[in-house]
Every structure is written in C-alpha cells, then in structure tokens.
C-alpha cells in the first residue's frame, strides 16, 4: 500500500510518491532542468520576467494569427499567472489584430463553482470576469472578438463547452501549476472507494472531460493567498474545469512558472517525471507525459534551490 498524504490523508497528491524520485528530483540543478527536454517535452528558460511575460503573450498573438473564418482557431488560457493578460491587449492593438474578422476564438479553462453550477461574473473570484477586465475590455473595441468566440465552463452545461474543442482547433493550451502540481483545476483525486489503497490509473485519469470538482486542501489554501489575501472563507470547494479529454486536442500545451506559485521542488517534479516518462494521477502534471507536445517555461531566477533556508 502507498504512504498517506502528509498534508491531506484523506487524499493523493504528491507527498505519496516514491522516496526514490523524490531524492533524485531534489538534486537536480538548473542545468540539469534544462537537459530534460526530449522528443515530445521542451524546457524553456528564461533569463528576464519581461521576456518571459511577453513570450507567454505572443502565444496568444500566433494562436489568433492562424485563425481564418473558415477554420477558426484559439488558445485555452489559465487564471494563474495573469500578468502576461494586459500585454495580449497591448499587442492585439498596436498590431491592428482584428480578432472577430480572423474568427479568433478563446477558452477559458476552469470557474469557480457553488451550489453546483459555476459561478458568474458577479463573484469577486471569477475567473472570466478576471480574464476580461485584464486582457479583453483592455482592447480597441473594433478589435475585440465577439462574446459568442468566448468559452468558459460557466452555467449547468459543461457538455456544450466541451463539444467547442471539437468544433475549433485549441492551437495552445496555456497554465500554469499550482501547489499540488495541477494544470486548470485537474487536482488528485480524494482517497476513498475504488481508490483507498491507489490513486486512479493514468488510463483513467485521463479519460476525464470538462467536469466539476471537489478541490484538494492544498488548492484552496494555494487560491486564498494567491488571490484572497488569505481569506480562506470566500474561496470555494469545487470548480468547473477542463478536462484531459480537451487536453489532448490542443495541439500544444504550454505550462508556465515564474516561481510565484509552485515552489522550487515541485517545478523540478513535474519536469522530470514528463521527462523521464512516469506518469502518476497523484501527480497530475505528470500525465503530460502522454501529450505528444508539451512545453514548460520557466523564469531562471524563480526556480529556487532545493535546500534547507531557515526563515
């Protein structure tokens, strides 16, 4: 039987995985993480936040290039980082890039959900009222793509969101990673029923579509102080997110870490378990191993050391 979570026992989550890979993961250096690319997984540094920031913008520009009005086409973009958001306005305007006229198209990949339904932009947590104000209502009016080419897993009818992965090419789907090594709000599961002794297979794992979610402890605990100034009180249990299922018909998944939000040990783990081919759905990250093209950025000076610093 696998150890128990030593932040929630009654859940996986990474604190479960073999010592052996969490020894090995501990040492690697920054120029071991480099190295780490292979066919199918690419590293990326980057030596200033500038450079960074607008590298993750630019994905959005090139996804929304390639849209026509015959195949329209977009990018699935994350919550967390946000800071590449208002540069995407900036560009779309100082280029002229008339998003409707190319059909450009936009996902968001997760909400917030209470009372099971998603909640709406009136919440002083939603994602897609974040999404708009920082990047979409930044943008020449003209300019902006219509609401009907903005998906977001809001309301009680997630199946109609999911189907739009069908109906339009997600060039890129961006994220970042979040404390228990989740991309949207894929989190481990909980630690009960058919999985009380193992956390699901990556087969099953990734079977999963856009669905609602029970949070794992560290998620919310990560969002209240990430986004609510500690007050863990207003950040809801569960959430829409987007699923694997969409996942793997994005032609790309590009995650992003500038050091804010995962710490210096989990940004070495998910890279190395991607690259050395172990997936495990206690570590969700990790089942991006099986994507055929997947790439993480990382800003140098964010990726930390893996040692003991008393404070």
């Not at 990556?202 to 402890?217: A, F, M, S």
């Not at 081919?277 to 790439?295: E, G, R, T, W």
Request: aromatic share 10%.
């Amino acid at each position: 039987m696998r150890k128990k979570s030593v932040v929630a026992p009654g859940w996986w989550d990474y604190t479960t995985i073999d010592k052996s890979i969490v020894e090995d993961v501990a040492k690697l250096t920054v120029k071991d993480l480099e190295q780490l690319s292979r066919p199918g997984f690419k590293v990326v540094i980057y030596d200033t936040l500038e450079d960074f920031y607008l590298a993750e913008a630019l994905e959005y520009i090139d996804a929304w290039r390639q849209s026509t009005p015959d195949n329209p086409c977009g990018i699935c973009g994350p919550i967390g980082p946000t800071e590449q958001l208002p540069l995407v306005a900036r560009l779309v305007n100082s280029l002229d890039l008339n998003l409707g006229k190319l059909g450009a198209k936009f996902w968001g990949m997760d909400e917030w959900v209470e009372n099971g339904v998603a909640v709406t932009t009136d919440h002083p947590l939603s994602f897609s009222k974040c999404v708009k104000q920082m990047c979409f209502d930044l943008m020449r009016p003209e300019l902006r793509m219509p609401e009907k080419n903005m998906h977001f897993p809001a309301g009680d009818n997630l199946a109609e969101y999911s189907k739009t992965f069908d109906q339009f090419k997600c060039k890129v789907m961006q994220g970042g990673q979040g404390d228990v090594k989740h991309w949207a709000f894929n989190d481990p599961v909980k630690r009960e029923g058919k999985y009380a002794d193992n956390p699901p297979s990556p087969e099953e794992y990734l079977k999963l579509g856009t669905r609602i979610v029970d949070l794992h402890p560290m998620t919310i605990m990560q969002n209240a102080r990430t986004s609510g100034g500690g007050n863990i009180s207003q950040v809801p249990s569960c959430a829409a997110t987007v699923g694997p299922v969409e996942t793997w018909k994005a032609e790309k998944v590009s995650i992003w870490q500038a050091g804010a939000h995962d710490n210096a040990f989990g940004q070495r783990l998910t890279a190395f378990m991607i690259s050395k081919n172990i997936p495990d759905s206690a570590v969700p990250m990790s089942l991006l191993a099986k994507h055929p093209n997947v790439q993480f950025n990382y800003y140098r000076h964010g990726i930390g050391v893996c040692e003991v610093e008393m404070h």
